[in-house]
């Protein structure tokens, strides 16, 4: 009997040992199911997939609600919300002949668009990129590049 006793006890204690983490085990299978895929991204106007030379001409209606200056950080101002800031800064640097540019241009993310002007060279719009910190290159539509940095 008392043999048997023993028996009842180590079966049903391992039993009991073993039962939660199998009873979890089991619903986390369960309740496995593919995930949804994620929703399309919204279209919202405000944004633009690629910023051009015209966005730093005028401030539309949406941006405007949005607006702000901080004159702790190099840009001009910027518009939008967070994650989808576009900046406007001012800027000045070389093109490859070693002449003098100054410009306007307006960023957002990791390219942007502007205007350079120059002593000897007439309004010229470019395509930007960040390099570092600051620093842009930067292209017109004949391909000449310029090397800018933020004033």
Known sequence: MRKNYFYYLVTTKMFYNYKLPFLLLALGIISCKKAAAAPPPEIN????Q???TDDRKTITVEEA???HVNTTYQ???RTGNPGEYEYNYDV???NIKGDSVRGNINVQGKYGAGILIGD???DI?????WISYGKLKAADKKGNEYQLIVK
Do not use: N, R, W
């Open 125 to 129: 719009e470019i395509k930007t990129e």
């Open 75 to 77: 840009y001009e101002y």
């Open 45 to 48: 106007s405000l944004y633009q």
């Open 92 to 94: 000045k640097g070389i």
């Open 120 to 122: 000897t060279i007439a």
């Open 50 to 52: 690629v910023i051009t």
């Open 65 to 67: 609600k949005t607006y």
